[in-house]
């Protein structure tokens, strides 16, 4: 179903702080919830990322601080169990009921985040994709995990060229939905969306006029991988295991579940299933981390229109904070 987001009045101008992981949102949108409160004005976060909105994922998911949380208002976290799921259009129409509370509190409203799915939902509307179909999905499941998804992305790449090109060999979640969309309806995810290519939002695609995005991209890709490996790592150290260990004593809770197919979760689920070392669990990791990156980029670079920064060059940071102020008159 399509959402209804081409209303947003001229006025109602929405900053949206975006780029890779790790590549410090956060960190700026929390610098300028501090700069407006020194103004007598109010900044509330709202977060665009499918992992934060699931309870009980909080070190691999990087989560805000409680300290954060309580220093400025977030949205968007916390909001679901982790057997629920959450989708694309839920979130676009639940940021643009939150945008007109906020104001309507005389706050402020950013939104923050990576999953550019949800972004695209939110900026664009969703293309009338077809729902989706728990018969096949179950039998899309049970090849995967007999057949491995690589074998899966390859059958793919045979019916729809143009959407295995731009996913990852193991992203299960979305070869399975490309997968069943084809078998549901006789044509590719690709030729759905080219049916609509006004709201797919990615290739090509102009920033409406009622938002600004402001897009951190680190120029230094060694760099943010290092500093992906020792934010892991710190995880580690604070608990991450623990924190799966505990998620498992739900016997609701199981590895095909979006919540524990999230970064890390689904390979510190395999490590403790068993299937894979300790070592193999961290690698896995930090590689399934780099391109979750990557496939962010690849989103951002097509996107014509964003205000690029570098967020690992001072000066750049500093200016990328300066240009927010601008925009929101604080």
Not at 5 to 13: K, M, N, T
Not at 44 to 56: H, K, N, Q, T
Not at 60 to 74: D, F, I, N, Y
Not at 195 to 214: F, H, K, N, Q, Y
């Amino acid at each position: 179903m399509q959402t209804e987001l081409h209303i947003q009045p001229e006025h109602a101008l929405v900053l949206c702080i975006v780029g890779p992981t790790g590549s410090g949102k956060t960190h700026l949108a929390m610098r300028l919830a501090e700069q407006a409160k020194s103004q007598g004005k109010g900044i509330e976060i709202i977060s665009m990322d499918s992992a934060l909105v699931y309870r009980g994922l909080d070190i691999g998911s990087a989560k805000p601080t409680l300290t954060e949380r309580t220093a400025v208002t977030h949205h968007l976290i916390d909001i679901l169990d982790p057997t629920e799921s959450y989708s694309a259009a839920r979130f676009a129409n639940d940021a643009k009921k939150l945008c007109f509370a906020i104001r309507e509190r005389g706050n402020i409203p950013i939104i923050v985040g990576g999953t550019m799915l949800y972004w695209r939902a939110w900026a664009f509307g969703l293309s009338s994709l077809p729902p989706a179909n728990p018969e096949i999905r179950a039998r899309l499941d049970e090849e995967g995990k007999q057949f491995g998804w690589p074998t899966m992305h390859q059958k793919l790449a045979l019916i729809d060229p143009i959407t295995a090109q731009r996913l990852e060999p193991n992203d299960s979640q979305r070869v399975q939905r490309a997968l069943e969309v084809y078998e549901a309806t006789g044509k590719s995810m690709s030729a759905w969306l080219a049916d609509a290519p006004s709201e797919d939002g990615r290739e090509g695609s102009s920033i409406p006029s009622w938002i600004t995005l402001v897009s951190l991209e680190p120029g230094d890709r060694a760099k943010l991988h290092a500093l992906l490996e020792k934010r892991f790592d710190h995880m580690l150290e604070q608990g991450f295991m623990q924190e799966v260990e505990g998620l498992r004593k739900n016997s609701a809770l199981h590895a095909d579940l979006p919540a524990i197919r999230s970064v890390g979760y689904r390979q510190a689920w395999e490590h403790l299933d068993g299937k894979i070392t300790w070592d193999e669990m961290r690698n896995k990791s930090l590689a399934a981390t780099r391109q979750l990156g990557k496939r962010q980029l690849t989103w951002l670079r097509a996107i014509a229109g964003r205000k690029v920064f570098d967020s690992f060059n001072p000066k750049e940071l500093e200016a990328a904070l300066a240009y927010c102020q601008e925009t929101l008159k604080i």
